[in-house]
């Protein structure tokens, strides 16, 4: 073939045009390579603005998350609510207080067989695992969707030890998340011994006890440390469904779930062939499990008068109810006990308080006829007109004032007292006068009139002082002649205070029913001293004894007779018998006894301290006498103060009755809130309407000497 110029030319044009392919060819992969590598840059740069925003969105929730999470420290310190427990003068409790019925064990005295029946129904691999079991919560989720229900938990023990003391049990993920995180620290902070520990004390077992311990004993009568594999295999089954699941209900469903449980132990090597055939018989179930208050209290009177007046103010609604408190108190049981079977006969209201005079420990206390029927405290909170029984306290000012003996002589005459613009005759309960009378006389007889002349003589502002010295707490008392007669609206348990005194030798006691508070570990925290003052001198206080003691031999309180025994005591009486009283005592044990209406009615015609009050005074000492042993006499008191010689002429006389006629009393309601009585210079709130019933006047101390001329100032008539 030859070669043309033509074809050279074809030939330079079809390389041109190759080499222009080829150039495009280049230039197209090296554009795409570009735009592609544009788009990566630009995505990259989006989705490191999507996640930067991711994470800081994350990171702001978890932030948020975390903020009421505990930190390790705040776990190590936490302390779960725990049972306050009162015990009596022996060491015995008698009742409980709780939010929270628990009382923490060790692990070690935990049964073994309990914590091996909680982890293999709970937590198979808790010993394992660092706080969450992936494999678990997945074999859960399969379970619960074959159950067409939850069925089966996923969370282990730490994350239900988390749930339990810090969380709720609302199902959200945000609550999950919490739970999870607390997990983790738990597992940081504390060995599995401890965690297991503290899961045994903490969990809800049903029927309101919390934790192991007190499950054991509300269940089976027994600690935790003593249970067998069936029982404990019980427990464990209720760990998941407390309420559901009840013991002694009337279905199978509480035996059908200890047998898996029993399953779960053989299947995980917790227990051999032979321990799961011993625990698989139905358990025996403490019949008080059935049917199980939420409160234990044995003394209700008198426990919840502690939980009032010391443990709320001292400790707080948490710490009275849940500080896991050990309040050693000053009662009897077998004295509570015979004050309480003697109040449930009574067909009135009354109230009965013991005390120890030596040191003012109230050794039983009751305030009612029961407490199912009211829990009004009449013992702490009726404030009432003790009436004749107020006289000793007179005349107890009168000895340490005026030098006055059982032996001085009083003018029993009519007597006029002007209040205000109204005239006031006090008179005996006859209505009869006897002229120059004893001390003594006038006192074993119970006279009135010669009790307002030693009013009068002595002072109010003298009395006044002689009866709080005596114990007598009251924020207002008369300013008038009527206090004599018992017009004042006192407590028993203050009157039971005054008269300690006389059998004392002369001291103030400080009435406590604490002796001291301990907390879980032992620690002291509170301890009553033993503190009490001069009140009255012994020789005052022994012949104001032993004149009340003429009394109840001799006088209005013969009905309070005790064969064998020194006894002393006053009745009292108020205006139309609305209020019968009787406060006495032999050696070691001083009572006050209080009877009447809530409404204040009138009891009945001839109700007298001597007739109502004493009869039950009496049977209530009987049985002390036979419970404490007590000494058959007071000792001899020392005489300082020679007695002033008695009238040879003098005649004692028997009196048929006691009457006490004062001024209007003050109205004071029963009231649901405990009122405490506290010293107070302050004016009553109802003093102005008490001034509208008494004279207004003050009268300061005075000689016997200035008498007459004491009463011819307000007396304005024969």
């Known amino acids: 073939m030859t070669w043309r110029p033509e074809h050279e030319e074809e030939h330079k044009g079809g390389k041109e045009r190759n080499d222009r392919r080829k150039f495009s060819w280049s230039r197209a992969v090296w554009r795409t390579f570009l735009f ?16 930067y925003s991711w994470e800081f969105a994350v990171d702001s929730a978890l932030r948020l998350e975390l903020q009421g999470i505990p930190s390790i420290d705040e776990l190590r310190s936490y302390r779960p609510m725990k049972t306050t427990v009162l015990y009596d003068a022996h060491n015995e409790p008698f009742a409980r207080f709780f939010i929270e019925d628990r009382v923490e064990i060790p692990l070690h005295r935990v049964s073994p067989w309990l914590r091996k029946a909680v982890i293999a129904a709970e937590d198979a691999r808790f010993m394992d695992h660092g706080g969450i079991n992936l494999l678990s919560i ?3 989720a399969l379970e619960n969707r074959r159950a067409g229900g939850i069925r089966q938990g996923g969370s282990t023990i730490t994350q239900q030890l988390a749930r339990t003391m810090f969380l709720t049990n609302e199902r959200t993920l945000e609550r999950k998340l919490r739970e999870v995180i607390i997990a983790f620290r738990l597992e940081s902070a504390f060995s599995k011994e401890e965690i297991l520990e503290k899961y045994l004390n903490e969990i809800y077992f049903g029927r309101g006890a919390w934790g192991a311990e007190t499950a054991s004993r509300v269940y089976f009568g027994k600690s935790a440390s003593d249970l067998s594999p069936g029982e404990a295999a019980l427990l464990a089954a209720l760990i998941p469904s407390p309420n559901r699941l009840p013991p002694g209900s009337p279905t199978d469903a509480a035996e059908a779930a200890k047998r898996r449980v ?5 299947e995980t090597g917790a227990i051999t062939e032979e321990e799961y055939r011993e625990g698989s018989p139905p358990v025996a179930v403490a019949d008080h499990a059935l049917d199980r208050p939420e409160a234990r209290v044995k003394y209700p009177y008198f426990a919840m008068r502690v939980l009032n007046e010391t443990l709320l103010p001292k400790y707080g609604v948490r710490g009275a109810y849940g500080g896991g408190l050990h309040v050693y108190t000053t009662l009897y049981p077998d004295l509570q006990e015979a004050a309480e079977r003697v109040a449930a006969k009574s067909k009135l209201q009354l109230a009965i308080v013991g005390l120890d005079p030596a040191t003012g420990a109230v050794m039983a206390l009751v305030g009612g006829r029961t407490w199912d029927e009211s829990q009004f405290n009449r013992a702490v909170q009726a404030y009432r007109q003790p009436g004749s029984s107020f006289k000793p306290l007179v005349y107890a000012a009168a000895f340490e004032e005026l030098g006055w003996r059982p032996m001085s002589k009083l003018d029993d005459s009519p007597l006029t007292l002007r209040y205000g613009t109204e005239l006031w005759s006090p008179h005996n309960y006859d209505r009869k006068f006897r002229g120059r009378v004893t001390v003594e006389r006038a006192l074993v007889s119970s006279l009135n009139v010669p009790a307002v002349r030693a009013f009068l003589a002595t002072g109010e502002g003298a009395v006044t002082r002689t009866v709080r010295k005596l114990g007598i ?30 059998a004392n030798g002369g001291y103030r006691v400080f009435p406590h029913m604490v002796r001291e508070i301990r907390d879980d570990d032992g620690n002291l925290l509170f ?61 070691g044990l001083c009572t006050a006894v209080y009877t009447g209406h809530d409404d204040r009615k009138p009891i009945g015609g001839g109700a007298t301290g001597g007739k109502i009050a004493a009869p039950i005074w009496q049977e209530f000492m009987k049985e002390a006498a036979d419970i404490l042993s007590p000494e058959l006499s007071f000792p001899k008191y020392a005489v300082t103060s020679a007695k002033v010689p008695h009238d040879e002429g003098a005649e004692e006389e028997e009196p048929e009755e006691e009457e006490v006629f004062t001024s209007p009393p003050v109205e004071v309601k029963p009231t649901q809130t405990p009122i ?10 109802g003093q102005e309407r008490e001034r509208q019933h008494h004279p207004s006047m003050i009268i300061q101390s005075e000689t016997d000497a200035k008498l007459e001329e004491l009463l011819k100032k307000y007396k304005v008539g024969d």
Do not use: C
């Open 473 to 502: 707490t009251t924020p207002y008392l008369p300013e008038s002649p009527s206090m004599a007669l018992g017009s004042a609206s006192l407590t028993p348990l203050e009157m039971a205070t005054a008269f300690s005194a006389f």
């Open 676 to 685: 405490v009585p506290r010293p107070s210079t302050r004016p009553w709130p």
């Open 36 to 51: 592609f590598a544009v788009i990566l840059v630009d995505q990259a740069i989006l989705f490191g603005i999507a996640w």
């Open 138 to 140: 997945g074999r859960a």
């Open 527 to 587: 301890r009553t001293e033993d503190d009490r003052i001069r009140a009255i001198s012994e020789q005052a206080a022994g012949e104001i004894r032993d004149t009340l003691i003429k009394a109840v031999n001799h006088g209005t309180g013969t009905a309070a007779r005790i064969k064998g025994y020194e006894v002393f005591g006053k009745t009292g009486t108020t205006n139309d018998f609305r209020d019968a009283w009787f406060i006495g005592g032999f050696p």
């Open 262 to 266: 029993l399953a779960r132990m053989l």
